[in-house]
């Protein structure tokens, strides 16, 4: 049986050290929290602007400003910075917290989407760091398909095959 962090490694086509690179500098210190609040904050107006209505669909239940403060806080919180997230919410949990969404390849794919673009409009990410960043999410992405995998299966549905073994973001 392959765990969920095999999963996403394989489905992401990011191995789990260079997911993980994230942990090797500390891109708090090294960005701010200005930058992360900017990038969150231009990947959600993305998301709400988004012409894919089954994507943009997907967040019609949350408020935008609300979802920009929660991404924002766990980005910091993860990369270095101090536990704004869970002073707040609690563990993050992302499995559990995503429960209620669709979140398949084809999702992951959209918010990855949007996300390069963001780290790409967000002027102060050097390209270390971006590189870093994306790997981080391109993992994260898949292991929380893999997780809704498991939500499906549970409720009877077949497995999803479709591994996209993208090349790992440069
Ligand atoms: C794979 C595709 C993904 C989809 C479709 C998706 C969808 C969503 C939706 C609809 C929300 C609710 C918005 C809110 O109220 O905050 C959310 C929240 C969140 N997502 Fe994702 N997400 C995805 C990937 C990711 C990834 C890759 C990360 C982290 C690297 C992430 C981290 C979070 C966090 C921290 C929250 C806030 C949870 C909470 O406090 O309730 N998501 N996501």
């Known amino acids: 049986m392959q765990s969920l ?3 996403a490694s394989e489905w992401s086509g990011v191995d789990q050290e260079d ?3 994230i942990d090797e500098v500390n891109l708090f210190e090294k960005l701010g929290l200005q930058t992360f609040i900017n990038l969150s904050t231009d990947f959600y107006t993305r998301v709400y602007d988004d012409e894919e209505e089954w994507f943009r669909s997907i967040f019609a239940n949350s408020k935008k400003e609300d979802a920009i403060q929660n991404q924002y806080e766990f980005f910091v919180q993860r990369m270095g910075g101090p ?4 002073q707040r ?12 969404f669709p979140v398949t390849h084809k999702a992951a794919e ?3 989407h949007h996300m390069q673009q963001a780290l ?3 002027t102060d990410i050097d390209h270390d760091s971006k590189t870093r ?9 898949y292991f929380l398909v893999a997780g809704n995998d498991l939500k499906s299966q549970s409720q009877g549905a077949p497995p999803c095959k479709n591994g996209t073994n993208k090349p790992a973001a440069e």
């Open 110 to 112: 959209r918010w990855l």
């Open 120 to 122: 790409d409009n967000t």
């Open 89 to 100: 919410k609690g563990h993050p949990a992302l499995i559990g917290r995503h429960r209620p």
């Open 19 to 21: 997911a993980f690179s």
């Open 83 to 86: 536990p704004l997230y869970s």
């Open 5 to 7: 962090q095999q999963k």
């Open 133 to 141: 960043m994306l790997n981080f999410f391109r993992h994260t992405a």
